[in-house]
């Protein structure tokens, strides 16, 4: 049975002071258990607790690793985990601890025969448990469903009621395995996925696929690790429902039972962190994504055979030449086409072999090259490429054939893709990022300012100065906006053009507006002339060839101040701010206009800090 610990034979162990503590836990009641808060991130309430095995302290065992690692290196891991497992529901019961039990077990301790989960119940019965509220943690990554005893005894403790969850996800691809064939109830993520979650786009994205992945799977995710509070408030606005980690409760043998409800009230109630936004190196693409195989021909292949493929099918366009599996040439149809065309070319040059037809330096590129190495390659004119295409090889080998059509057409796709979640020219986030922290905001209920910039005058200055001149304008207006906003709470992003959208959540977004317009008009005089200076502007023609007096560059900044409540999607939110842009731009120079008929004051006990 499995709470039946066997006596442990002393005469196996060494003398030495950490096995005479490892007999202490097995044999006199030496183990300590811990207990680790897990809260529910929705409503502050506890929804369990992770028991943690400690030896007696002090001594060269107390910490887990070594206590499990001596434990096993004498062959007794199963007994450790068996007895652990008992002194975890005893004192869980004797404690009166709420909400769910989580204890460990390694597919190792599972697969062991003297091991019969079923033992458990009337030991849970004895303490006031009931079985559902057990979870048997996965505490190791291993051959879990390689193995058929730890299988059945998996599936043996879902049958008897118990949860199952998957412990540190993300260790290794094993683990994705297991989730798709196990189901488990819960899904922990590794606290290296979590910790500086808020700074590293990278780590956001894969924890925000398991929450997606876990929703589709039923499964619940715990977040461990949990040390920052802006980590806490990441992890919480992603949607995951529960978190663990010393922010929230160290492990203790005694847990107190309102302090993860202290910490979620003290949190609960703050600003939302700005998301980090993918850098443009996130998604490399490579060759793979564009490459074709064609069927190659060999180099002694006689041109009336390549001729003919070509007739055959109106699609092709080019045909690789590969001898012994490596490229050496490639032919394009015109050029075929060009030279048959011509009276008895094809009777005189049929017969021959295809090599005096193909282009022998062609433009070859590795498969994992990047589609930005690849344009360098082929736009620097080398080998005809943009005629003739280029080989993509993979360890010196033909893999297959790109175009310069396909290159250009997914160079494309990735400048449009990349412009809507980061604009390439101020790298601020794009219209997608925008869009998604409006909805953060709404659904958690957030007082914030949707601040909608504009820079007047933009087109006659960039029309007489020049684009580069305007890109640096907009590039001023970026700045002075990302300058007067806290990076913590207030979102900067960049709509496109001359267009910017500021969310503020900081309580004096009014005077960060006006400052940013202060150093708007600081600055912008710095791009003209002494004498353009002078006059406010500069005088340029306009369409029909007249001379013109334009004023300044200037910045125009609309606000739509947001309640709770007051709007329900992203879309309204830019319609408002998008009016009090157009009503700031009515006035002359620097202007901020705010549409108070919007705004709901904040009781005085509800104010941000």
């Known amino acids: 049975m499995l709470m039946e610990v066997e006596p442990i034979d002393s005469q196996n162990l060494s003398a030495s002071r950490a096995d005479g503590s490892l007999l202490a836990c097995l044999n006199a009641g030496g183990l300590r258990t811990f207990f680790q808060p897990i809260l529910d991130l929705r409503h502050g309430r506890i929804y369990g607790f992770e028991a943690l095995t400690r030896g007696p302290a002090g001594s060269a065992v107390e910490l887990p690793d070594a206590l499990f690692a001596l434990a096993r290196e004498y062959e007794l891991g199963s007994d450790l985990e068996r007895l652990a497992v008992q002194r975890a529901i005893e004192q869980f019961g004797v404690l009166g601890l709420p909400g769910k039990l989580f204890v460990n077990f390694s597919p190792a301790a599972l697969a062991d025969p003297r091991v019969d989960t079923r033992a458990l119940l009337p030991l849970l019965e004895r303490h006031g448990i009931a079985a559902k509220r057990l979870v048997i943690e996965l505490s190791e990554n291993g051959p879990t469903r390689d193995s058929e005893e730890a299988w059945e005894e998996l599936l043996k403790c879902r049958a008897l009621g118990f949860g199952i969850a998957l412990d540190d996800l993300g260790e290794g691809f094993a683990s994705l395995r297991l989730w798709s064939e196990l189901h488990p109830e819960y899904v922990k993520v590794d606290k290296h996925f979590v910790q500086g979650i808020q700074r590293n786009s990278l780590r956001l994205q894969m924890v925000r696929a398991v929450q997606q992945i876990a929703q589709a799977a039923g499964s619940t995710v715990i977040a461990e690790g949990i040390e920052d509070e802006t980590d806490f408030q990441t992890v919480r606005d992603l949607g995951i429902r529960n978190g663990q980690g010393h922010l929230i409760g160290l492990p203790l043998e005694r847990p107190p039972l309102d302090g993860p409800t202290s910490v979620w009230n003290r949190l609960s109630g703050g600003a939302i962190p700005v998301f980090p936004t993918p850098g443009r190196s996130v998604n490399r693409v490579t060759a793979r994504r564009i490459l074709r195989f064609v069927e190659p021909v060999g180099p002694n292949v006689e041109n009336d055979v390549v001729c003919s493929r070509f007739e055959a099918d109106p699609d092709l366009h080019l045909v690789p030449v590969v001898d012994g599996g490596a490229p050496c040439g490639?032919?394009?149809?015109?050029?075929?086409?060009?030279?048959?065309?011509?009276?008895?070319?094809?009777?005189?040059?049929?017969?021959?072999?295809?090599?005096?037809?193909?282009?022998?330096?062609?433009?070859?590129?590795?498969?994992?090259?990047?589609?930005?190495?690849?344009?360098?390659?082929?736009?620097?004119?080398?080998?005809g490429a943009l005629f003739d295409g280029f080989i993509v090889v993979s360890d010196k080998r033909y893999a297959g054939i790109g175009t310069a059509q396909d290159l250009m057409r997914e160079i494309t796709e990735m400048q449009i893709t990349a412009a809507r979640y980061a604009n390439p020219l101020t790298l601020l986030p794009g219209n997608v990022p925008i869009a998604e922290h409006v909805e953060r905001l709404i659904a958690a209920g957030c007082r914030f300012a949707a601040c909608y910039a504009d820079v007047d005058n933009f087109k006659p200055f960039n029309d007489v100065f020049g684009y580069q001149r305007g890109d640096e304008i907009i590039q001023l207006a970026a700045r002075v906006l990302a300058e007067v906003s806290d990076p913590r709470i207030?979102?900067?992003?960049?709509?496109?053009?001359?267009?910017?959208?500021?969310?503020?959540?900081?309580?004096?977004?009014?005077?960060?507006?006006?400052?940013?317009?202060?150093?708007?008009?600081?600055?912008?005089?710095?791009?003209?002339?002494?004498?353009?200076?002078?006059?406010?502007?500069?005088?340029?023609?306009?369409?029909?060839?007249?001379?013109?007096?334009?004023?300044?560059?200037?910045?125009?900044?609309?606000?739509?101040?947001?309640?709770?409540?007051?709007?329900?999607?992203?879309?309204?939110?830019?319609?408002?701010?998008?009016?009090?842009?157009?009503?700031?731009?009515?006035?002359?120079?620097?202007?901020?206009?705010?549409?108070?008929?919007?705004?709901?004051?904040?009781?005085?006990?509800?104010?941000?800090?």
């Open 330 to 383: 490639i032919i394009n149809r015109m050029s075929v086409i060009d030279r048959f065309a011509r009276r008895y070319r094809r009777e005189l040059y049929g017969r021959r072999p295809c090599s005096m037809l193909m282009n022998a330096r062609p433009t070859i590129v590795d498969i994992d090259a990047s589609i930005q190495e690849i344009s360098a390659q082929v736009t620097a004119g080398e080998n």
């Open 490 to 609: 207030d979102f900067v992003g960049h709509i496109g053009g001359d267009d910017f959208m500021a969310l503020m959540q900081s309580e004096d977004w009014e005077a960060r507006c006006r400052r940013a317009l202060e150093l708007f008009g600081e600055r912008v005089g710095g791009f003209l002339g002494a004498d353009d200076r002078v006059r406010g502007g500069f005088v340029a023609s306009d369409r029909l060839g007249r001379l013109q007096h334009y004023p300044l560059p200037c910045l125009s900044i609309g606000v739509a101040p947001v309640s709770p409540g007051s709007f329900e999607t992203h879309a309204q939110v830019a319609a408002a701010a998008a009016d009090a842009k157009r009503m700031a731009k009515r006035e002359a120079g620097n202007s901020l206009f705010i549409e108070r008929r919007r705004f709901v004051p904040a009781p005085a006990s509800s104010a941000q800090t």
